[in-house]
Antibody, heavy 117, light 109 residues
Framework: EVQLVQSGAEVKKPGESLKISCQGS????????IAWVRQMPGKGLEWMGF????????RYSPSFQGQVTISADKSINTAYLQWSSLKASDTAMYYC??????????WGQGTVVTVSS | QSALTQPPSASGSPGQSVTISCTGT?????????VSWYQQYPGKAPKLMIY???KRPSGVPDRFSGSRSGNTASLTVAGLQAEDEADYYC?????????FGTGTKVSVL
């Protein structure tokens, strides 16, 4: 079965760093792009960025450029979303998704990130 | 890069049809055959319902259909059922990135 499994919920303080993960299974990890999507509480979906795990080609949506880092470890079929200094406004649900051509058909279950002092 | 414009809400009675619009520009919706629609229940991950403007993934009921005219794409849900009550988002390729719509809450009266 093709699936993406994300890491568990996180509670952090402002200024702390964080790295959440998305592990793919049931398919060739390097054959499909991975995207990250933010959903703030009660709000809509936002594409954050996209990575090709085969060559680490990474593209960020303008709103997220410089705010987060997307990376991957091909050896363990895992993609990451990372913050160096969290803000309260980073509180959200984060989803990873796998490409099928220009479409995103497989989604992770989501990771809740709460940033509060 | 602005979000695509969707109506905040839409509704219909069971058995009726509802159509949701998604308005963009010639740089996204009107420029590429890569418009998708996603269904999302509260607290759940989005589910792909339509891709490449009109195509349905395996397992999605044929009550769901997609179309496009110019810079506006549409999702039609025919024969509304209670389980169709959810949030729906369109998404379009923009040439290098993707952009979501603002989202529409569909209610079944």
């Amino acid at each position: 079965e093709v699936q993406l499994v994300q890491s568990g919920a996180e509670v952090k303080k402002p200024g702390e760093s964080l790295k959440i993960s998305c592990q793919g299974s049931g398919y060739t990890f390097t054959s499909h792009w991975i995207a990250w999507v933010r959903q703030m509480p009660g709000k809509g979906l936002e594409w954050m960025g996209f990575m090709n795990p085969a060559n680490s080609d990474t593209r960020y949506s303008p709103s997220f450029q410089g705010q987060v880092t997307i990376s991957a470890d091909k050896s363990i079929n895992t993609a990451y979303l990372q913050w160096s200094s969290l803000k309260a406004s980073d509180t959200a649900m984060y989803y990873c998704a796998r490409s099928d051509g220009p479409t995103w058909g497989i989604w992770g279950q989501g990771t809740v990130v709460t940033v509060s002092s | 890069q602005s979000a695509l414009t969707q109506p905040p809400s839409a509704s219909g009675s069971p058995g009726q049809s509802v159509t949701i619009s998604c308005t963009g520009t010639s740089s996204d919706v009107g420029g590429y055959n890569y418009v998708s629609w996603y269904q999302q229940y509260p607290g759940k991950a989005p589910k792909l319902m339509i891709y490449e403007v009109t195509k349905r993934p395996s397992g999605v009921p044929d009550r769901f259909s997609g179309s496009r005219s110019g810079n506006t794409a549409s999702l039609t849900v025919a024969g509304l059922q209670a389980e169709d009550e959810a949030d729906y988002y369109c998404s379009s390729y923009t040439g290098s990135l993707h952009v979501f719509g603002t989202g529409t809450k569909v209610s079944v009266l």
